[in-house]
């Protein structure tokens, strides 16, 4: 399932992988610190693996497990690659 | 793990049923006994009502019954629930015989006169009987082909 | 023969590295006992040194807080930073987590960019091997421009060669400060801000590039630093603020710019020295994250591991109290009947024996739960918990990690206040503080049992069960309000790492446990005993008089007016004011009042109130101020009095508002 089409982090089925494209454009300097040191920046690939919306999500980043509030993942724009 | 056989699903997930449905019925026991029915007599182990410990095993039930679920329908990830399931089983069933334990001491030990009446059946509670019968599932469980992290 | 005094030589060595990777542990292996826990100056982060030696030579180790990058962003961060760039350590051991490279090695770039002697400690090679990578160390040592040093703490591989490239990393006095080139613009931006620095005289202790890369990415505390030390500071933001808004012209954003390029350099790295040998297989992590996170199923399961920790925590740790019980029951009765003259051994019987013997009674409580607690978050469950819990704390405005403390507060109040430190935002922090009292302790609880008994008998479980939901109730809304008025905004964002599933150690475990029950049984110990010799005091000056002309109750008298609309005369008035060092006294203190045992305060109490006064007292014992112990623990956790006397004295009006309001509501009903 591949789209060109991008939506926010926060609303991606579990299960599936995306790929982070963008972030929305009204974000503060912290949290782009914040994201970017856990490696969420465009180009980088991500599966979901729960999404308790609206709730947190957890994620899996190249092997490593985190989870975000959705605060954080409205903000992030990925597109869904499988 | 496609090369685990139908057959050994099936047969893990009715053993998960069986636990699925014993633990049911003692949750249902201790809850229905503390809504202030006396149902005492349709067990062999002590009841208390205590809703809490009837929360716990219906959750219990609920876990294995997951299990038989996905088990049923050659569902791979049927197995996480048992190995939950036994993992939850073992955690109230030894913590149960902790109890045992303690409250052994107190009578005996440190001779409690709180305790002057105790005996080691009025802690005998089902999740112990329960915890040994769900310990076959260790078979099943040890043969899947996983990594640890 | 000559004999030389051989100095030994000294490094100062600081460990750094993301959360989780075992930096404790090997902080631990290096350091052993010889460790000292503090505070990081001004702020209340933990700060733990220690000494190793090694050889000829002493180290002397620090452990930095566990950070995924160097911003300013947190106060983890810049202790960090600032550590670095102050105190100036020989070294710096990176301790990076073998099995996530790629995440890892972003915090070395930036240690590197500021300039550190970095030393890798690659750690958790075991389960990188599990993983099924395979890493070129050698490689990754040349690559990296740094020595690499592989490790699996736990069983102390490494740490020899690890003490052995630090200490002859001193000796030759080495230096590992690559520089990785970034894009050309972004080189170039870079030096252009480094060449207006450079005209600075008092900038020229610090490393230039790294304050422009700094200056460039809007650093908060690079910027405060310029302001400090450079007058005419506007005149470098000028001129950097031009360069940046050309850089910007082909970059969107300076920060995902810069951060795009350490993880190209990084990919670049770890594809030359990292090859994933093994075939994905489902994880023991994932399969047990199916069930614990499940949408319906996970909340459950952790009520159940919840309830198994309480009845763990109090029914099996009760033969051990009681032993200790019986033992100074009985030590105590020996000392005032055999100490003469009988005020002194009524002293040292009652007062002292009396005072060590409740605090051992309770320590078996407090440690079993940590016992517990331990295992639950080595494991890596609690984190699972947390995001089971998320969903419904940020709806309460509060943050998930808000949770746990939360929860402990239901066993005790002080470790649960304690445990708020993994809260990093401020404000979610001090909510939580503030709200965390309101989790009925359990030293509440025979206070209720007691009453609830002989009031409301049949009813009595139920009557104590609404306690508990009063008070989580009255916890939501103070939460909302102070959350409304005094910290307005949404908790912060909220991230959190979910470390794989491991069974803990048992070395790991008793450590954990030994640490936090010993400093609790330090603190709280110490406070009841000096309450309760206090109170004893009081009660038996003049010695032998009836407890109504004592100097207690004395003062019970003056306290009656304010408590007499609620129906609670002087003693129960004294008992409250002794509940103040802690709550378990309030019970044992009406029995020196009334000049019983515990066993038949039945019947003074049953004609000293009626219950609906009973219920409001019960209610007021909830509420009102925190036991001396937990107002410590605030005050040392919130660094102030402000807020510590704030907490007092909310929680004092709250409770007589509410037990004013009951006895209003009872009256209305016409249950009076």
Redesign the interface.
Known sequence: MYSTVQMPLALVPEGALVEVVA?SPNVG??????V????L????IIKV??N?F???I?LD????????????ANKILVRVIG | ?VNVPEKRNKAVAIFSLILSILYFFFGSLEITFWLGFDVTYLSPVTIYSDA??G??LI??S??FA?GFINLWRNE??G???V??GLF?AS??GI?QF??L???W??RY??L?EDFADWTWIDDFRAVIPLWIMSLPLIVPLRSL????? | MMLRTVSPLKVKVALAGNPNVGKSVVFNNLTGARQHVGNWPGVTVEKKEGLCTFEDAKIEVVDLPGI??L?A?SIDEIIARNYIVEEAPDIVVDIVDA??L??NL??TLQLLELGANVIILLNMMD?AE???FKIDTKKLEKLIGVPVVPSVAPKRIGMNELCQKIVETKKKSLTYKKIFKYSKDLEEGIERVRYVLEQYEELSKYNLRWLAIKLLE?DDEVKKLIVKSISNYNAIFSEVEKIKSELEKKYD?L??AF??ER?RIISQIVSQVVTKV?VE?????????????H?Y?GI??F???M??VF??TF?????IS??FD?IFSSLAEIASTNIKPTWLGSLIGEGIIGGLGFVFVFAPNIFFMFLALSILEDSGYL?RAA?NM??IM?KLGLH?KSFIPLLLGFGCNVPAIMSTRTIDNENDRLITILVNPLMSCSARLPVYVLFAGIFFSAYAGNVIFSMYLLGIVLAVLIALILRKTLFPG??S????????Y?VPTLRSIVVHTWERGSMFIKKAGTIIIAGLVAIWALSNIPYGAPIEESLVGQFGKLLEPIFAPFGWDWRIAVALFFGFIAKEIVIGSLAILYGTGEETLYGPISNALTPLSAYALMAFVLIYVPCIATVGIIKQETGSWKWTLFAIAYELILAYLVAGFIILIGHLIGLA
């Open positions: 972030y300097r912290g949290f782009m610190h914040k970017t040191a856990l490696g920046i465009p180009g980088a693996i729960r308790h609206p709730g947190p957890m980043i190249k092997g490593f497990r985190i989870f975000i509030g959705h605060g954080i | 793990m809490f410990a929360f716990t959750v219990t609920l876990i997951a791979v990830r197995y996480s629930y190995l939950v939850v955690v109230l913590l902790l109890i334990v303690a409250n001491t107190e030990v440190l409690n082909k996983m990594r640890r992290v | 995924y990058s911003t962003n099995s996530n790629e995440r972003y915090l389960l599990e993983k099924g809007d954003d920060i995902v951060a795009d993880y093994q297989e489902p994880t023991l992590t994932s399969m047990l994250d199916e069930v614990f996170t949408k199923l459950p399961i009520l159940t591991l309830w198994a009845q763990f029914t099996v740790a009760a033969p009681d032993l019986m984190a995001f998320d969903k940020y998930g949404r908790p964002y909220f991230v959190m790492e979910m470390p794989p491991m």
